[in-house]
């Protein structure tokens, strides 16, 4: 079954598993979408991050021992001359040669494809109030 919601490239769809994320998505909605379609514990470390999706995927945006990276599939991007997918390991998401921050930091990130978590556990459905609370914490609202 397939479920999606918005449009271009703010859209966020999710099918067989995966989800595909616009690159000016908001990274809360794609995890507040993932929990609800079918994810849980990484993405609940990954609640509260501020900023894009497409800024997320450029920084490799993570906490609490978890990053984006691990569930990407792969990267839709426009590289000054034409739109081209990437697989996660030619991503180098880690290391100096880091594609997106690094060697080429002018190519556009489209959109992305991740992983889901395989089906939730019955305490999975709750919101992600643990890391929420210890991230309001760490960083009180002015
Ligand atoms: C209070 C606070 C807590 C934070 N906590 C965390 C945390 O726990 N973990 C973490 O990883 N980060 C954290 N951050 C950092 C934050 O997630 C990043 O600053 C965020 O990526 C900024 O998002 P933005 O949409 O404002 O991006 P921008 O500031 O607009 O862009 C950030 C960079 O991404 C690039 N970029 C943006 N969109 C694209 C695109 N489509 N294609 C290619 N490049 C693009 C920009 O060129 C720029 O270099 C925190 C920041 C704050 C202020």
Known sequence: M?????TAETRLGAADGRVIAGAGA??????DFAI????????????????SVGAAV???????????????????FHDGREIRTLA????????????FSK???DWIVFSTELLLEPP????????????????NQKFPSP
């Open 2 to 6: 397939e479920s999606c919601c918005a």
């Open 88 to 99: 996660n390991e030619a991503c180098q998401f880690s290391g100096i040669r880091r594609v």
């Open 58 to 76: 450029y920084g490799n945006a993570g906490a609490y021992g978890h990053s984006l990276s691990e569930r990407v599939v792969n990267v839709r």
């Open 103 to 105: 060697s080429h930091k």
């Open 26 to 31: 908001v990274l809360q909605d794609l995890v």
């Open 36 to 51: 609800e379609s079918a994810a849980c514990r990484a993405w609940r470390r990954m609640a509260g991050i501020p900023g």
């Open 120 to 135: 939730m556990r019955p305490h999975c459905g709750r919101p992600p109030r643990t890391f929420s609370k210890m991230r």
